[in-house]
């Protein structure tokens, strides 16, 4: 058929890129892996773009509350749902296992097309110790708890060695039945616990965490500061320069006598537990796991915020307690949605989001994180509550949907940006294949756009995917020659085959001169440009 292209295989091709995978996966099993430019989590060989929603904490407790669920997260557009996991519903009494749960849900995620990301909500959730079975909560000379303010309070301590003990065990447990019932990989990832870090102190005071907080920061610690020197989080570095570099000391010889110092130790302590738990599910069933960040505001004092969980500053500490998790993730519902992407996008860390916003903001924000950012998964948060046919996100995951794989290929070959404007950011440029181009809100009939988001991908020589609303490009050539709009064509991707539409070339392109993106619904459209001497 004379207007179908077959783009994908096309842009492989010219790719060439090179993929390396990452860790010692067990084979055929969800995974991550560097591909090119961006690293992708990749599914029965192929990458996978999650587009995804959070359950409410509750809702996957409970296998007939999730019945009618379902099929609402399948007509939102999402493939995949971050699924709470508590252990005191795997393990109510101890050493006795219930995986009904497990294997419901999994079941149910199958016969609705669905992954699962499942929340190990097991010694912390929120900071707090709530989803702990009850022979823990009863136990806590056996399972210390925090001492915050001078009082114990019902929070685990992580210097709790039993604690990490049994919550591994469970894990383990876990993990060992999931690879013996999941052969189809419909549990893509691990969320290992849920916003860790101590609430209303900057450090846990128990016995145990002021004896180890008096103690010499660990080997592992001061050896990853010398390695790493020059890649430090800048803010790490600069306290840790600021305190005279040292690599050897007490902690607050090493990073001052300070909240910060605390933090770090915390830190220190969630993470050492963390990636233990997280080793020892791997040793059953090695898929990608990983912890997300109650996130600190910019001047909020640790405690205010949940004191070690892996807020940037303290990344560089995560990564240097070992090698269990994969990755960290930000539960990004701040204003700053780019600022706080690029935070977590850095220094070999892949961006995603398994709690945001969603509806408008996440309708948005979801094209500069997969887009601009390279991000495999975005997720608001409560996506049961979001379900219903006008729901904007809805729109913009249907798009996303029909372009995946498409947008993990030029994810890979470093030809995608993606963007969010406004009236406090009305334009940005990127250049692609010698060319730039100007995005800026578009400007209809009815005057300037109050929004605008897409990403637009350089799929072949002089040609150009986008997907959005509410903005227009314009094209300028670096060096001496020009170019020009040679076509734009609305469409959609069948199969991986592009199906044009109309042809654009008149007022909807404002003849010839910009590629526009209205702001009336999300669309899917591929522009050819022409070269003048
Ligand atoms: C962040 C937590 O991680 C979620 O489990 C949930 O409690 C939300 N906050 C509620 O806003």
Redesign the pocket.
Known sequence: MKNQIVLLPILLSVLGVGTARLGAQTTGAPHLEQRGAATQLIVDGKPFVMLSG?LH?SSSSNLEYMKPIWPKLKELGLNSVVT?LSWELVEPKEGAYDFALVDGLIEQAQAADQKIVF?WLASW??GLSSYIPVWVKQDAKRFPRQVVKGEPVEILSPAGTATQAADAKAFAALMKHIKAVDSRHTVLMMQVE??VGVLGASRDRSAEANKAFAGQVPAELTAYLKAHRDTLYPEFKDLWLANGARTAGTWTEVFGDSERADEIFMAWQYARFIHAVARAGKAEYDIPMYV?T?LAGETTPPGDYPSGGPEPRVLDVWKAAGPGLDFYSP?LYAANFTEWCKRYHRDGNPLYMP?TRGREAGAANVFYALGEEAGFGFSP??IESEASETDPLRESYRAISAVAPLLAASQSAGLVHGFVLDRDRRMVDFTMQGVTLRVSLDNSFDGPAAGGYGFIMATGKDEFVGVGKGFRVTFTARGEKKVGIAAVDEGSFVDGKWVAGRRMNGDEDEQGVAWRFDPKQVRTEKLTLYWME
Request: hydrophobic content about 30%; proline content about 7%; charged content about 35%.
């Open positions: 959070e904490n709470p929340l959730k929120n849920n916003e997300n109650w539960d709690e948060f409560a």
